[in-house]
């Protein structure tokens, strides 16, 4: 019998350190799809142009929205990645439990949400270098001042953005991992809900204002981490139910 023992939290931070580092080929999968992102985005968000002696002016709207929405599905296939059982026996190099493989895998969603929507949000000066250099490219950017309060606002809802969408795909694999066929009856049975309880998209309409709509960044915050935690607090205890190593 071994003398040593290991506290609860050194063991989660043991196995988030590892988690990080053996799941470096998610991080590559984002570099991928967010340099595609970007090659799409290069084409702009929108257009428009105007000509007059003999001269032609056309002007194109950038911004890095198509990179937000590929590191957004790229966080949700990635939590329900991590949930599938390859990946899940990675664990059994440590003495674990299902409350610290848990605890470890949320910590890793977090920080690949950081780094992801911090990524996202730079791509936008990189769609300008390369516009720069490509072409005989002017930027103007808008005439009203971004203050810094708004900037962190910006990087804050977008970090959540792609958090509450870990977290989404974390309790899906969760689900899945319980039965097969759950995968099938889950999403039935969540759009079967949406079409008998959403008279005339009242539901879906409401849910939309209740986050995208909020303009304090202090009470979306709060709505956004309760909702996080909720859909974490689900997963861990769903996660319990199984069986050892299933």
Known sequence: ??????????????QYIYKLKSYIGLFNSLVVLQ???????????????????????????????????????????????????????ESYTFVTNRLSN????????LTMSIISGSTALLSKPLMKVVL??????????????ISRMDQLSGIIATILY????????????TVAQMHRLLTIIVPVVF???LVAFD?????????TAFYYQETSILLFSAKMVVTIALLCSAATLLSNRKEVRQ
Request: aromatic content about 14%.
């Open 102 to 109: 848990n605890l470890s895998n949320i910590a890793v969603i």
């Open 35 to 89: 340099l595609l992102a970007i090659l799409f985005a290069l084409g702009g968000s929108g257009m428009s142009g105007t000509s007059g002696y003999g001269i032609r002016i056309d002007v194109n709207y950038y911004s890095a929205d198509l990179v937000i929405i590929f590191t957004i599905l790229w966080a949700f296939f990635s939590s329900i990645l991590m949930t599938t059982r390859s990946y899940q026996e």
């Open 191 to 193: 759009i079967g809900i």
């Open 132 to 145: 720069y250099v490509i072409g005989d490219t002017f930027f103007i950017e808008a005439e009203t001042a």
């Open 199 to 207: 008279g005339e998209g009242q539901f879906t309409s409401k849910v």
């Open 162 to 173: 792609i958090l509450l969408a870990g977290s989404i795909g974390y309790l899906i694999g």
């Open 1 to 14: 019998m071994s003398l040593n023992s290991i506290s609860f939290r050194s063991l989660v931070y043991s």
